[in-house]
């Protein structure tokens, strides 16, 4: 099983996720922001800051996609999906991780064509790593790491997202895979 050691525990996940919700409360209060997560890798992350956060909210989700095993493809599917009225609206969008940022970067053009008020980027993990677009997030859970990650709603082809931690992706007799951000 290519489970590897815990990188975060579920614990550690619940208490950051609860201060970037107070912290995202606090920028936002008392105006009603628009939600968009992006799936399926956000979903846990997504509800659980949900939960925590103490504003009036507008869900929207869109499946964006630019993996193929662990390595980013540079191409981004999905965008022609993007549903949701954001024009002259405050907009999180909520995505599990940065890499490459070629996701996000595309997510925020498309969504300027729509023009909200303003986009701000709130992300579970992110990568040390070059980027390929310059993406920022202003709401970041942890920094980890180039290396591929696997529960808590990220996944391999699919599959470990139901693990409750955040772990190393060790495929079946080899270590962590690094280097997944191209």
């Known amino acids: 099983m290519p489970v590897g050691q815990i990188l975060i525990s579920s614990r550690t996940l619940r208490q950051r996720i609860k201060e970037l919700a107070r912290e ?12 968009l997560g992006l799936m399926n890798g956000s979903i846990f992350f997504l509800s659980d800051l949900l939960r925590w956060m103490n504003l009036p909210t507008i ?9 193929r095993g662990t390595t980013s493809t ?55 790593v070059a980027r390929k677009a310059d993406v920022k997030a ?6 980890i790491p180039n290396t591929f990650v696997i529960g808590y709603g990220l996944d391999y082809e ?22 997944c951000a191209s």
């Open 24 to 35: 995202i409360t606090k920028d936002h209060q008392p105006e009603e922001l628009v939600v």
């Open 59 to 67: 869900l929207e989700t869109c499946r964006l996609r630019s993996y």
């Open 74 to 128: 540079g191409r981004v599917w999905g965008l022609d999906q993007l549903q949701g009225d954001f024009e002259g609206r405050r907009v999180l969008v909520v995505d599990d991780i940065l890499d490459s940022g070629a996701t996000l970067n595309a997510l925020r053009d498309a969504l300027a064509q729509r023009k909200p008020r303003s986009v701000k980027i709130a992300v579970l993990l992110s990568k040390r």
């Open 138 to 143: 202003d709401y970041v859970g942890f920094e």
């Open 158 to 179: 699919g599959k470990y997202r139901y693990l409750p931690s955040i772990h190393l992706f060790e495929p079946e007799g080899e270590g962590p895979v690094r280097g």
